[in-house]
């Protein structure tokens, strides 16, 4: 059994070390448009990485971090409009991605099987991409937690303290990029932003500091998916969707707890 | 050297002006209380000292320097204090952070001391370790006082320190300013403001009145009634 899962439990460990840094991240700069945003986008890079038949993380990569930059000049320089922009390049990327996918000849099942994932059939490639997105956004988070804790309660006092803010902002959503493109593989476009957005949900209610949330987060995220990839093993479901399910159960039990 | 020179400013936003014509300056270690009406411009004109905006035509000079040059050495007090509550941060968290600065990433052992003390000189030690979410309004804005003390600013500037805050508290608050040893900038819409040891008084409306310290008598002031003043002025000083 561990021969059949065993990568994919590997896998469902780095994606949740991901998921605790920039979910939580993402959760208290209030940036889950943002980041429905890149995932759903990122078919457009899946997209045209069929069409020209090149390494499909490469053409993702590049093509979410484009959109992570306009989203950057979206959320800094039109923030009154930003709600609407941000659907606009949600939209686009989709679009690009199913022309692309028109303009190939043939059937592309491999396209469909990135809207949902599969963790249980993950390969050594993505595994290597996973290490090395989770060593840059630990190294990341080492160096820049005070900054980030700051930009995330008040962005216009990083001006004050002569510290960039909006470059900070525009790493967040390059490091935010990077982890959604090693995940989509595994959990998919469309259920990327629940499971990224879950566990720090429910870390925030338990926790004081943000280090806490964190850490709270990825064990949380580690618990909902290798739970899941064990439930769909023997069940034989699609794990995604089993991962979501008890991790939205997760986030109602813990509503229980009052504030 | 001048703490602050402000010369022939003018903003506007898109195609509105909002401030026109702004002339005055303020020596080291001096309390200048900016008043004015609602949309008057006061924060805007904040926010140029700041250099968080580039004015539209005219300069400004801190400490002879540009705001951009010289923003470590201002510590500021923003005018809204309901940010992201639900973040998962302490009092101390944010008061720390006003420690930050360029090229520095880590809080040493200074720091933490220098929170602590200003903690304490803000009677808001006890909370020190509580989530912001679990604090009053008027304690969150202790809190960002703290925070832009902690940096040890030359110049401060405070947009409605005292709005959330209760008469007991608006006292504690306004002795404290009344007392720092640095230059001060207060916007307030509360008029009790200028019955302390104010040097400068402007009011903004668009325009900018300057009146020269220390005593203030508005009942007998007939340049304060020249432009449109905010109405309580108007009506109970100017007899208009
Ligand atoms: N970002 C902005 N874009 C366009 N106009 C703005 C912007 N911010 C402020 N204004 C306009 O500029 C004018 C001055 O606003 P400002 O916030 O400086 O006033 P204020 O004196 O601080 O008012 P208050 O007492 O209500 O805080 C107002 O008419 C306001 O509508
Ligand atoms: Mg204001």
Redesign the interface.
């Known amino acids: 059994m561990w021969d059949l899962i065993g990568n994919s439990v590997y896998a469902g460990i780095l994606i949740s070390i991901a998921i605790g840094i920039i979910g939580s991240l993402i959760v208290?700069?209030?940036a889950t448009a943002i980041t429905g945003s890149i995932a759903h986008g990122s078919f457009g890079g899946i997209g045209i990485g069929i069409f020209l038949g090149v390494n499909i993380l490469l053409s993702t990569t590049l093509f979410t971090l484009v959109l992570a930059l306009l989203l950057a000049v979206i959320t800094i320089y039109y923030k009154h409009r930003s709600d609407s922009l941000i659907g606009v390049i949600w939209a686009l990327g989709m679009s690009v991605g199913i022309i692309f996918l028109n303009l190939t000849p043939g059937y592309n099942a491999d396209a469909l099987s990135y809207l949902f994932g599969n963790i249980l059939l993950i390969e050594n490639g993505d595994i290597f991409m996973m290490v090395g997105v989770d060593l840059l956004l630990l190294i990341s988070i080492i160096?820049?937690y005070?900054?980030f804790?700051?930009m995330?309660?008040?962005i216009?006092?990083?001006?004050?303290?002569?510290?960039n803010g909006s470059l900070l902002y525009t790493y967040f959503l390059i490091l935010t990029s990077l982890t959604v493109v090693m995940s989509v593989r595994a959990i998919g476009i469309i259920l990327i932003l629940a499971l990224f957005t879950i566990p720090p949900l429910i870390a925030?209610k338990f926790?004081?500091?943000?280090y806490?949330?964190m850490i709270l987060s990825s064990v949380l995220s580690a618990v909902f998916i290798i739970g899941g990839i064990l439930i769909s093993y023997f069940y034989d479901l699609a794990p995604t969707p089993v991962i979501v399910i008890l991790a939205a159960a997760g986030l109602f039990l813990s509503m229980l707890k009052k504030d | 050297m001048k703490a602050l020179e402000i010369k022939n400013l003018y903003f506007r936003y898109d195609k509105e002006t909002v401030l026109e014509n702004i002339n005055f300056s303020l020596e080291d270690k001096k309390f200048m209380a900016i008043i004015g009406p609602n949309g008057g411009g006061k924060t805007t004109l904040l926010k140029l000292i700041?250099?968080?905006l580039k004015p539209y035509k005219g300069e400004i000079k801190i400490y002879g320097k540009s705001p951009q040059e010289i923003?470590?050495l201002?510590?500021?007090v923003?005018q809204h204090t309901n940010?992201?509550l639900?973040?998962?941060?302490?009092v101390f968290?944010?008061v720390?952070?006003?420690r930050?600065?360029?090229g520095k990433?880590?809080?040493d052992k200074l720091d933490r001391e220098k929170a602590e003390e200003v903690l304490k000189t803000l009677k808001i030690e006890k909370f020190k370790?509580r989530?912001?979410k679990d604090l009053s309004g008027g304690q969150r804005q202790k809190v960002l006082i703290a925070?832009a003390l902690v940096?040890e600013p030359k110049i401060i500037v405070m947009d409605e320190p005292t709005s959330a805050i209760d008469p007991t508290g608006q006292k504690e608050i306004l002795d404290l300013i009344e007392n720092l040893d640095i230059t001060r900038i207060v916007v307030s819409h509360d008029i009790k403001i200028l019955l302390r040891k104010v040097d400068k008084i402007a009011f903004i409306n668009k325009k900018a009145v300057i009146h020269e310290g220390p005593k203030l008598n508005i009942p007998n002031d007939k340049h304060f009634c020249e432009i449109e003043l905010i109405e309580f002025l108007k009506d109970e000083s100017c007899g208009i």
Do not use: C, H, W
């Open positions: 208290i700069n209030k160096i820049l005070n900054r804790l700051a995330s309660y008040d216009d006092f990083l001006k004050v303290r002569g510290i925030e926790t004081r500091k943000f806490q949330m | 700041l250099g968080f923003s470590e201002i510590g500021y923003p940010f992201s639900d973040i998962p941060i302490t968290d944010i720390l952070q006003g930050l600065k360029k990433f880590f809080y370790n989530k912001i925070r940096s």
